[in-house]
């Protein structure tokens, strides 16, 4: 093919030459891109522990646990999940139970079913969840504060009474018994 720099300069006779153009190596990288994510199919079937550094849909089965504490973990409609799971953000709307541990937040769309504890500091749970286990929303820095550092009059607080199981509780009340 003919191009225009490679044609003969009409004056000089000589070719006309341009400066070589340095050659760039790239190299490989392992940064995360957008759509770095990592699929569990329906077929699927895993027992053991999961790791790694993409975001994770499971459409299928896990058993076991799930380390994903800087990336985003969604539990597809059809996923059955019997793992404690440790995510960035973690998107409920199949089947699971352990624990949820969400760095960020931890959402229970309608279709869910969740039995274990949700640990984070934002929790949606979302019209027709089904969910059973408690939910902890302190910041990370209050969680690991020793009772001996807590201030004296968190330490003072009365804490809910009852003298009959189903009876309604009360704050330092005396309760007359039947």
């Given at each position: 093919?003919?191009?225009?720099?490679?044609?003969?300069?009409?004056?000089?006779?000589?070719?006309?030459?341009?400066?070589?153009?340095?050659?760039?190596?790239?190299?490989?990288?392992?940064?995360?891109?957008?759509?770095?994510?990592?699929?569990?199919?329906?077929?699927?079937t895993i027992k053991?522990?999961?790791?790694?550094?993409?975001?994770?849909?499971?459409?299928?089965?896990?058993?076991?646990?799930?380390?994903?504490?800087?990336?985003?973990?969604?539990?597809?409609?059809?996923?059955?999940?019997?793992?404690?799971?440790?995510?960035?953000?973690?998107?409920?709307?199949?089947?699971?139970?352990?624990?949820?541990?969400?760095?960020?937040?931890?959402?229970?769309?309608?279709?869910?079913?969740?039995?274990?504890?949700?640990?984070?500091?934002?929790?949606?749970?979302?019209?027709?969840?089904?969910?059973?286990?408690?939910?902890?929303?302190?910041?990370?820095?209050?969680?690991?504060?020793?009772?001996?550092?807590?201030?004296?009059?968190?330490?003072?607080?009365?804490?809910?009474?009852?003298?009959?199981?189903?009876?309604?509780?009360?704050?330092?009340?005396?309760?007359?018994?039947?």
């Amino acid at each position: 093919m003919w191009k225009k720099e490679d044609a003969l300069d009409n004056e000089t006779a000589k070719p006309h030459q341009s400066e070589p153009k340095p050659v760039e190596k790239r190299e490989p990288t392992r940064a995360k891109t957008q759509g770095d994510r990592a699929n569990i199919g329906r077929s699927i079937t895993i027992k053991g522990d999961i790791s790694g550094d993409e975001d994770l849909v499971i459409q299928g089965a896990v058993e076991g646990s799930v380390n994903l504490k800087e990336n985003n973990v969604t539990i597809n409609s059809e996923g059955r999940v019997k793992a404690d799971i440790h995510g960035r953000t973690i998107t409920v709307e199949g089947h699971v139970e352990g624990d949820l541990l969400g760095e960020e937040q931890v959402v229970l769309s309608p279709s869910c079913r969740v039995r274990g504890n949700i640990t984070a500091p934002r929790v949606a749970l979302e019209d027709g969840a089904n969910f059973r286990g408690t939910i902890d929303m302190e910041a990370k820095t209050s969680r690991v504060t020793p009772l001996a550092q807590r201030s004296s009059a968190e330490k003072s607080t009365p804490q809910p009474q009852s003298d009959t199981v189903g009876a309604p509780a009360t704050m330092g009340a005396d309760v007359k018994k039947p």
